[in-house]
Each structure stands twice: as C-alpha cells, then as structure tokens.
T-cell receptor, first 116, second 116 residues
Framework: DSGVTQTPKHLITATGQRVTLRCSPR?????VYWYQQSLDQGLQFLIQ???????AKGNILERFSAQQFPDLHSELNLSSLELGDSALYFC???????????????FGPGTRLTVL | AQKITQTQPGMFVQEKEAVTLDCTYD???????LFWYKQPSSGEMIFLIY??????QNATEGRYSLNFQKARKSANLVISASQLGDSAMYFC?????????????FGTGTQLKVEL
C-alpha cells in the first residue's frame, strides 16, 4: 500500500459526460501528479500540483482540468468525454516539488475510466 | 526522439535466474533521475529503484539493482533470483533537471514472465 488513495476505483460513463476523479496523497506529501495510462499513448504525465499551485503541465487536454485543495487532496475533472478517454488514471504524490536526488513518486491504485 | 526506450516488449526467465531489463534514455540535461516501476496485472504502479545522474555507485534495493552506464545512457534493471511474483510489466522512467516540476517520462514497458 503506497499510502495514496484514489476514488472511485472504476467508473463507467457515456460520451459527452463529465466525471471527477479524486486523489488523496500520502500524509505529508505536498506534490500531486496525474498520469494517464492508455493502450494508445502508454503512460503519460498530465499535470502536477504543489501545495495548491499548478507547477507543471504535460499532455493534458483542454477538456481536462485539475486542482489541489488546501487539505492537499486533488481532483481531476474530465468533461465532454470521448471514447478515447478510456484509460487508467493514476495519481501519484511526492514529498517535494522537485529535486536532484530521490523524490520518488508513489502511485495510487488508479481509477479505471470506461467511456461507452 | 523517444526520451526513454525499452526495446524488449516481453521477456521470459526461469525461476531463480537473474534477468536484465533494458532501458536507454535521451537527455541533454546534466541533472536527471532514473526510476523503475513494476506494474502487476492488478494495475498498481510500484516504485522499485532510483538512480540519480550524479550518483557514483549503482543503486541497489534488495534483489533489484540498476546497471547505470552514463556514457551509454543506459539504466538497465537487474532482478536477481527471479520469483514467480516478479511476473509483471516493468517501466523505466526519467525525471529531467530542475525548474520544470518533477514529471516522469515513461518508456513503453517490458512484460516479464517468470517460469518454473
């Protein structure tokens, strides 16, 4: 158990809908990351938050948005869903913004999103 | 160009034997970190081992060691005394430099199957 929790575990929805994925980082971790794992694109970084602020952005679609709340939990919002958004969405956390040494990211169990 | 290349889509190894999973990387940043993660069929991402670009010695964690050859830009994972529970997908990942957050770039993975 990494200490990172994600809800829900599974989500099935229809095209055009909007969903919210939730992540609670490990106790004490200030950085939260979102990744998407799909058959087409592999594992891709989406976005990073550190202590409530957006710090790095990857291949995140405009239909997707995220935020990190004062209690450090984070939510990833996916709207106008398309079939291609079906994927495993991971949240990860680490204890710092960045660093040369260590700073490994610990991953949650993921939310499997299926868009029908 | 691919930043992380894993050329072995699948590998087989006999139980109790050692196996090497290949990873090459591409970066012009002198400061970077290399990670290996394990993803069993259950889907979670498990951190295995980390190597920093300035580390003088190869990283080791139990049965896992990282064969870091900086000049060749390779960071191969060596698993000694393979066990049936090592059967999983293995991902190599890189974090580049500082100032851009802490995002990880992943390779396409190697599916390892440990046989009796």
């Amino acid at each position: 158990d990494s200490g990172v929790t994600q809800t829900p575990k599974h989500l099935i929805t229809a095209t055009g809908q909007r969903v919210t994925l939730r992540c609670s980082p490990r106790s004490g971790d200030l950085s939260v990351y979102w990744y998407q794992q799909s058959l087409d694109q592999g594992l891709q970084f989406l976005i990073q938050y550190y202590n409530g602020e957006e710090r790095a952005k990857g291949n995140i679609l405009e239909r997707f948005s995220a935020q990190q709340f004062p209690d450090l939990h984070s939510e990833l919002n996916l709207s106008s869903l398309e079939l291609g958004d079906s994927a495993l969405y991971f949240c990860a956390s680490s204890d710092r913004l960045e660093g040369v040494t260590g700073n490994e990211q610990f991953f949650g169990p993921g939310t499997r999103l299926t868009v029908l | 160009a691919q930043k992380i290349t894993q050329t072995q889509p699948g590998m087989f190894v006999q139980e109790k034997e050692a196996v090497t999973l290949d990873c090459t990387y591409d970066t012009s940043d002198p400061s970077y970190g290399l990670f290996w993660y394990k993803q069993p069929s259950s889907g979670e991402m498990i951190f295995l081992i980390y190597q920093g670009s300035y580390d003088q010695q190869n990283a080791t964690e139990g049965r896992y060691s990282l064969n870091f050859q900086k000049a060749r830009k390779s960071a191969n994972l060596v698993i000694s005394a393979s066990q049936l529970g090592d059967s999983a997908m293995y991902f190599c990942a890189m974090r580049e430099g500082t100032g851009g957050g802490n995002k990880l770039t992943f390779g396409t993975g190697t599916q390892l199957k440990v046989e009796l």
